[in-house]
């Protein structure tokens, strides 16, 4: 029974790490421009905010769900948000020779204090997005009530499904680092104006989702 938990876990896992959302692009792009140890605890912070949110919505799933769909203050400060982070992107320029000297002395500027921020920022990332909260609450209702888990079962399944997660965004940011010295300037522009445009595009979609559109 509890081999037959774990598998389940393990295939949920696999099937969120094909969502592409915010998140995923952050990581992606951080792991291409700054390298696999800096986005590995940037996904470190997405992570654990899912461990919070599938937490709460365990805990206050009713509650919860009711005030993101009746507060639709929420979901334009969430798009607006991210509407603000793609503009940011769009204007940003990269500096070839900037980052290839950042990543040549990563080992000597980084501190505690920038990998803790980078956790943060993970954090931060999950926290802004309403619509996590909402998978995860939506993942607990299929696995308490279509797949009937019951108690500490509960634990073994999402524990399968969060490292799952995470080894496949192991390998995702470790390819993506690999990208780094076959991208030129302009290659690495266009990457960025992708990101910025997906992160526009996930804010609009957030605010229309508050006038029922």
């Known amino acids: 029974m509890t081999v037959n938990i ?9 099937l969120l790490s094909f969502f592409f959302g915010p998140a995923f692009f952050i990581l992606i792009n ?9 986005a590995l605890f940037l996904d470190i912070g997405i992570l654990f905010s899912d461990i919070l ?3 709460a919505a365990y805990l206050f799933a009713e509650k919860i769900n009711h005030y993101i769909y009746d507060n639709i203050y929420v979901k334009y400060l969430t798009g607006g948000v991210f509407f603000i982070l793609g503009i940011i992107y769009l204007l ?3 500096n070839p020779s900037q980052n290839t000297q950042s990543i040549n002395l990563s080992h000597q500027n980084e501190s505690t204090k920038n990998l803790m921020g980078l956790i943060a920022k993970g954090i931060g990332i999950n926290a ?11 993942a607990c209702t299929y696995a308490t009530e279509t797949l009937e888990i019951k108690e500490f ?8 499904t969060i490292l799952t997660l995470f080894i496949v965004d192991l390998i995702k940011i470790y390819f993506a ?11 690495q522009n266009i990457l960025k104006n992708i990101l910025g445009i997906g992160l526009i595009v996930f804010g609009i979609i957030i605010c229309l989702k508050g006038f029922n559109v």
């Open 6 to 14: 774990i598998i389940n876990g393990i295939l949920f896992g696999l």
């Open 177 to 187: 680092s690999k990208l780094k010295s076959h991208l030129n300037n302009k290659t």
């Open 92 to 94: 940003k320029k990269s």
């Open 128 to 138: 802004i997005n309403p619509g996590v909260l909402l998978y995860w609450i939506a």
């Open 53 to 55: 949110y599938l937490c």
């Open 30 to 38: 951080t792991s291409i421009n700054k390298g696999f140890k800096k």
């Open 153 to 160: 079962n509960l634990v073994y399944y999402f524990m399968s």
